[in-house]
């Protein structure tokens, strides 16, 4: 079974940054594709940032277009999420998780309900 372990998060001000990473007990997680995701209080969990492992290949949520970036190190083990210009509206609990092939972007940045793995989540809280 693959493990997902996350670090990083934390509290910064608006306009900020902050790193979030996702280490896999194995390579490409035994799957295809790694998205981070975020739960905010009272909202629906959301998708943030996908990376297709095999290409490289990454997609992302319109909210955060342009502030965050998925990357993955070339042993293909750790996915991190580097979120620059934090706004209050970022403030999330946030998670990663894995998933096999034929999941697709649209539903990769879904509710992550076609994902079978994830991480314990990391908090991120920003402040006006």
């Known amino acids: 079974q693959v493990q997902l372990v996350q670090s990083g998060g934390g509290s910064v001000q608006a306009g900020g940054s902050l790193r979030l990473s996702c280490t896999a007990s194995?390579?490409?997680?035994?799957?295809?594709?790694v998205a981070w995701f975020r739960r905010a209080p009272g909202k629906e969990r959301e998708g943030v940032a996908v990376i297709y492992t095999h290409v490289g290949r990454t997609y992302y949520g319109d909210s955060v277009k342009g502030r965050f970036t998925i990357s993955q190190d070339n042993a293909k083990t750790t996915i991190d999420l580097q979120m620059n210009s934090l706004r209050p509206e970022d403030t999330a609990m946030y998670y990663c998780?894995?998933?096999?092939?034929?999941?697709?972007?649209?539903?990769?940045?879904?509710?992550?309900?076609?994902?079978?793995?994830w991480g314990q989540g990391a908090q991120v809280t920003v402040s006006a």
């Open positions: 194995e390579y490409t997680y035994g799957s295809s594709l």
């Open positions: 998780a894995a998933g096999g092939p034929g999941i697709t972007p649209v539903q990769a940045l879904g509710d992550g309900r076609e994902l079978p793995y």
